[in-house]
C-alpha cells in the first residue's frame, strides 16, 4: 500500500475510473487546460482529451443541469463544482433536479451522477468562501452527501460514487488535500452509506467527519496521555446517514460528543444526537455535547477565523465535560 | 405525406383538444389536483413539431406537457391516469400534471421549475454528442422561461460545444400574467439567439403545416452539424395560465381574434380546401378522438391508487 496525498487519491480514483469506462468524463471550471483549481485533475486534460476533460463556462447551473442531462443518456458525469460556495447558483439543479427525476417520474430516469465540491474553511477566503454546508444538502432525500476524512475513503468512496447509479455530491475538504495515507492500490471501493469505527475506545464516543476527524484525532490523542479512551466513529457519508457504528458505540460508552465544522444550528449534530435520543435513550449518561463552527459568516481575520472553527481543544473541553 | 399521415394529425390535435376539456372538468369535480395547465389553443406547436421527429431525438418540455406527452406516442390513458394521480399514470402517480415523461419514447419530462430542464437538454444533447449518436434534443419553453439565468446558461454553453439541440421557445405572449414586452427586453424573442451567436426564426405556431416544414428542415440541419438553433413560435394559449385564473392581464377582444386562428379549425378548412380528407373523414376522426379520450377517462377513474409501498420506492436505484 502507498502513503498519498488525499489529493492524490481523488485523483487516482477519477483516473482509474475514466481509464476503466469510457462512459466516464470530467465537466466543470477549469479543470482542463488548467489542470483542476485545486490541481486534482492535473494531467488529465493531455492524457484524456477535451472530449473528456471538458472546461465549462462559469455557469454553475448549467455545469450540474448538462451534467444530469448527460447522465440521464447513461453517461457518467463527474461534475466539478469550484468550491462548494458556488453549488448555490446550482441549487434548483442539485436539490430540485437531481435529487427529484428519479423518484418523481416513477423510477423512469435514471442519474448516474457525481457532483464533486470542496467546502470548508481556515484558508482566510472570507465569508462567501469558507463554508460547510454539507448538512443543506444531506436535507433531501434522493441525494446521496458523503464527505471522507481519509485518503483511502476518499479514493474508494470517489469510486464508488462513479459506479453508483444515484446522484451522488462528493464533498472534498480544501485543507485535507495534503493530508497523507495509506492508500490501498487499484480497484479500492468503499460502499457509500456506511460510517465506521476510525479508533476504539471506551470512555466517550465522537461522531465527526470529514475535516473534523483529523481535529478529533488530535484531540483523542491528547486526550489518551490522560488515560481517556476515545472512540471515534467516522460518518462519511451524511445521505444515506449509517446510525449503526454510532449506537453500538455509544451503547458501550453511554457518552458522546459530535463534532463538525458547520453551524451547529440545524446541523448534523443536531441530527445524530436525536437520533442517538432516540434510539438509545436508555443508554444516556450524559447530555450529548456539539462541537461545532461559531454562529457567525466566516471572518477573514486569521484569529477570528480560528476562534469561530472547531478546535482540539474545543473537542478535549467538550468530552470532558460529558465525562 | 400520406392521407393518413394528414389524418393522424388532425387525430393528435383533437385528441390533445378533448383531452384538456376533459381534464378541465375534472379538476373542478376534484378529481385532478395541483396545478393543470392546459394546451389548448398551442395543439399545432407540438403536433408539428414532434410529427417529424425520429424516434432518436429526444423530446423535453416544461410543465405544459399534455399535449407534447400524447405526440410523443403516450396514450391518453396513462396521461388521463397520471392527471388522476393513479399507479397506472406514466409516472406512476408520483408527478402528477406537469411531470409526464415516458423515456422509451425518448419523452424526457416535463418539468415544473421555470427554465430548469433548459440546462438538462443541454446535457441530453451532450450525450448524444459525446457517444456519437445522430440524434436532435428538441428542448420546449415559453416566452417567460427565456427571461430566467438557466436559459442564458444553457444556450451559450450548447453553442459553445455546438450541441444538437432545437431551442424551441413558445411565445404564447404571456408569462402568467406579463406580457412578453413588460417582462423582455427584446420583444422579438428569436433575437436572444442573436447573442449567442445562434441562428434563429420564427413560425407560425397557429399552422401546423408550417411548424411541421420549418420543424423539419431544422432537424435536418441539426443533425447534419449545425449546431444549435432557436425556433420561435409564435402561439396563444386560449385558456388561462392554469385553472382559475382570473385573465385580468388580457381583454376578451384581444382573446377572441386569437381564437379566430384555433389551430384546429386552421388545418380543417386547410384539408378540407386541399381536398386532402373530406368533412365525413374529419367527423370520423373527431368521433375516434372522443372515444380515446372517454375510455382514457373510465381507466384513470377505475385504475388503482398508488399502494402505500409506493411513497418510499424510487428514492434511490441503489439501497
Ligand atoms: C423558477 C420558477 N419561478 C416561478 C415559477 C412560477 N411560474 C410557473 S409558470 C410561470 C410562467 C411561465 O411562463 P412561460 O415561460 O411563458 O410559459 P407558459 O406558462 O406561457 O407556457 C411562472 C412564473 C416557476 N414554476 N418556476
Ligand atoms: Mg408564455
Known amino acids: 500500500m502507498a502513503r498519498i496525498t488525499m489529493r492524490e487519491a481523488i485523483s487516482q480514483a477519477l483516473w482509474e475510473e475514466m481509464e476503466r469506462d469510457p462512459s466516464v468524463f470530467i465537466m466543470g471550471e477549469e479543470v482542463g487546460v488548467w489542470g483542476g483549481t485545486y490541481a486534482v485533475t492535473k494531467g488529465f486534460y493531455d492524457h484524456f482529451g477535451p472530449e473528456r476533460v471538458r472546461d465549462t463556462p462559469i455557469a454553475e447551473a448549467v455545469i450540474v443541469g448538462a451534467a444530469i442531462g448527460a447522465a440521464l443518456t447513461g453517461l457518467r458525469p463527474v461534475a466539478e463544482l469550484m468550491t462548494i460556495n458556488f453549488a448555490f ?13 428519479h423518484y418523481m417520474f416513477g423510477g423512469q430516469m435514471i442519474l448516474p451522477l457525481v457532483i464533486r465540491a470542496v467546502g470548508g474553511g481556515g484558508r482566510q477566503l472570507g465569508a462567501t468562501h469558507s463554508q460547510t454546508p454539507d448538512a443543506i444538502f444531506a436535507h433531501f432525500p434522493g441525494l446521496k452527501v458523503v464527505a471522507p476524512g481519509t485518503p483511502a475513503d476518499a479514493k474508494g468512496m470517489l469510486k464508488a460514487a462513479i459506479r453508483s447509479q444515484d446522484p451522488v455530491l462528493f464533498i472534498e475538504h480544501a485543507t485535507l488535500y495534503q493530508t497523507r495515507g495509506e492508500v490501498p492500490e487499484g480497484d479500492y471501493i468503499v460502499p457509500l452509506g456506511k460510517s465506521t469505527i476510525q479508533r476504539e475506545g471506551r470512555h466517550v464516543t465522537i461522531v465527526t467527519y470529514s475535516k473534523m476527524l483529523e481535529i478529533s484525532t488530535k484531540a483523542a490523542d491528547q486526550l489518551a496521555k490522560e488515560g481517556i479512551e476515545v472512540e471515534i466513529v ?10 449503526g457504528p454510532v449506537l453500538e458505540s455509544f451503547k458501550k460508552t453511554n457518552r458522546a460528543v459530535i463534532v463538525e465544522e458547520g453551524w451547529k444550528s440545524y446541523g448534523v449534530g443536531a441530527e445524530v444526537a436525536s437520533r442517538i435520543y432516540e434510539e438509545a435513550f436508555d443508554y444516556v ?3 450529548i455535547k456539539r462541537v461545532a463552527q461559531a454562529e ?10 480560528q476562534m469561530a472553527l472547531p478546535q482540539v481543544d474545543d473537542v478535549i473541553k467538550a468530552v470532558k465535560e460529558v465525562l | 405525406m400520406e392521407k393518413r399521415d394528414y389524418l393522424d394529425l388532425y387525430h393528435q390535435m383533437v385528441v390533445i383538444r378533448r383531452l384538456e376539456e376533459r381534464s378541465a372538468e375534472l379538476y373542478q369535480q376534484g378529481k385532478i389536483g395541483g396545478f393543470l395547465h392546459l394546451y389548448i389553443g398551442q395543439e399545432a406547436v407540438s403536433t408539428g413539431l414532434i410529427s ?6 429526444r423530446i423535453i418540455t416544461a410543465y405544459r406537457d399534455h399535449g407534447v406527452a400524447i405526440n410523443c406516442g403516450l396514450s391518453a390513458r396513462e396521461v388521463m391516469a397520471e392527471l388522476l394521480g393513479k399507479v397506472t399514470g406514466c409516472s406512476r402517480g408520483k408527478g402528477g400534471s406537469m411531470h409526464l415523461a415516458d423515456v422509451k419514447k425518448n419523452f424526457w419530462g416535463g418539468h415544473a421549475i421555470v427554465g430548469a430542464h433548459l440546462p ?14 445522430k440524434a436532435v434534443t428538441v428542448c420546449m419553453f415559453g416566452d417567460g422561461a427565456t427571461n430566467i439565468g438557466y436559459f442564458h446558461e444553457a444556450l451559450n454553453l450548447s453553442k459553445v460545444w455546438n450541441l444538437p439541440v432545437l431551442w424551441v421557445c413558445e411565445n404564447n405572449q404571456y408569462g402568467m400574467g406579463t406580457a412578453v414586452e413588460r417582462a423582455s427586453a427584446v420583444s422579438e424573442i428569436r433575437r436572444k439567439a442573436d447573442g449567442y451567436g445562434m441562428k434563429s426564426e420564427a413560425v407560425d405556431g397557429m399552422d401546423v403545416m408550417k411548424v411541421r416544414e420549418v420543424s423539419a428542415r431544422l432537424y435536418d440541419e441539426i443533425r447534419n452539424g449545425s449546431g444549435p438553433q432557436f425556433l420561435e413560435v409564435i402561439t396563444y394559449r386560449f385558456r388561462g395560465h392554469s385553472m382559475g385564473d382570473p385573465e385580468r392581464y388580457r381583454s376578451s377582444e384581444e382573446v377572441k381574434t386569437w381564437l ?25 376522426q373527431i368521433r375516434l378522438a372522443e372515444e ?3 375510455d382514457a377517462v373510465t381507466f384513470a377513474e377505475a385504475s388503482p391508487e398508488p399502494p402505500a409501498e409506493e411513497l418510499f420506492k424510487h428514492i434511490y436505484v441503489e439501497g
Open chain 2, 52 to 57: 417529424v421527429r425520429r424516434p432518436e431525438d
Open chain 1, 285 to 287: 449518561d450524559a447530555p
Open chain 1, 89 to 101: 447558483s446550482a441549487m434548483d439543479h442539485i436539490v430540485n433536479q437531481a435529487a427529484k427525476l
Open chain 2, 260 to 284: 379566430e386562428n384555433d389551430p384546429i379549425g386552421i388545418y380543417h378548412r386547410y384539408l378540407l380546401e386541399n381536398k386532402i380528407a373530406s368533412e365525413e373523414e374529419l367527423q370520423e
Open chain 2, 120 to 133: 438538462i437538454a443541454a446535457g441530453l444533447a451532450l450525450g448524444d454528442a459525446y457517444q456519437g449518436n
Open chain 1, 296 to 305: 457567525v459568516p466566516l471572518p477573514y481575520n486569521r484569529t477570528l477565523e
Open chain 1, 234 to 243: 467516522d460518518l462519511r457519508s451524511l445521505r444515506p446517514l449509517d446510525m
Open chain 2, 292 to 294: 380515446e379520450v372517454n
